[in-house]
């Protein structure tokens, strides 16, 4: 059991470039959920998902876009990387709710420049 | 709306003192949920309790303890004889219905 794995795990992207995180659990967990963390500061929501094909937003979904054509897939995209998109991006998972503990991945740390 | 708040930016404690990290919640709902969750140094957010807003009993789990009161709206979690395993940064987060709120965390720091 590998639980949720994140790829990549380091990534510089310049202004505008566009990237994929990817993110799979195997866990067979509905919900998964995707946050970011800024330092000094706790993570924030960006988009979740209750099950293949349902998608919503979080607390800051601008500029990131998600899909959910499986239940172990869950990739987060940024079309046009801006410098306030650099972070540390986390994906996490759990089985039928939001109110459950979260497993949560190794991180993505970005940096657009 | 819901909000979590950690108003101890950083703690530093030699080993086997105790110590508590606060956490101060607000919400409108009833039902909600509460968690805290340990980010050690590498990284990766470990879960470490869930409790719910009808459940205000005291845990001991260990050296760990948490202290939950609604009528103070607040989660807080004591850590006694600390070692240094325990320094990490240590996330408070309130869960209602369709979204998880973290506060900014604690970082605790444990010296020999």
């Known amino acids: 059991n590998a639980g949720v794995t994140q790829t990549p795990k380091f990534r510089i992207l310049k202004i505008g470039q566009s990237m994929t995180l990817q993110c799979t659990q195997d866990m067979n967990h509905n919900y998964m959920y995707w946050y970011r963390q800024d330092p000094g500061m706790g993570l924030k929501l960006i988009y979740y998902s209750v099950g293949a094909g349902i998608t919503d937003k979080g607390e800051v979904p601008n500029g990131y876009n998600v899909s959910r054509s499986t239940t172990e897939d869950f990739p987060l995209r940024l079309e046009l990387a801006a410098p306030s998109q650099t972070s540390v991006y986390f994906c996490a998972s759990s089985y039928s709710s939001q109110v459950e503990e979260q497993y949560f991945g190794p991180g993505t740390r970005l940096t657009v420049t | 709306a819901q909000k979590v708040t950690q108003a101890q930016t950083e703690i530093s404690v030699v080993e086997k003192e105790d110590v508590t990290l606060d956490c101060v919640y607000e919400?409108?709902?009833?039902?909600?949920?509460l968690f805290w969750y340990k980010q050690p140094p590498s990284g990766e957010l470990v879960f470490l309790i869930r409790?719910?807003?009808?459940?205000?009993q005291n845990e001991i789990s260990g050296r760990y303890s948490w202290n939950f009161q609604k009528s103070t709206s607040s989660f807080n979690f004591t850590i006694t004889a600390s070692q240094v395993v325990d320094s990490a940064v240590y996330f408070c987060a309130l869960s209602e219905a369709t979204d998880m709120r973290f506060g900014a965390g604690t970082r605790l720091t444990v010296k020999p």
């Open positions: 409790r719910n807003s009808f459940d205000e």
């Open positions: 919400t409108r709902d009833t039902t909600y949920y």
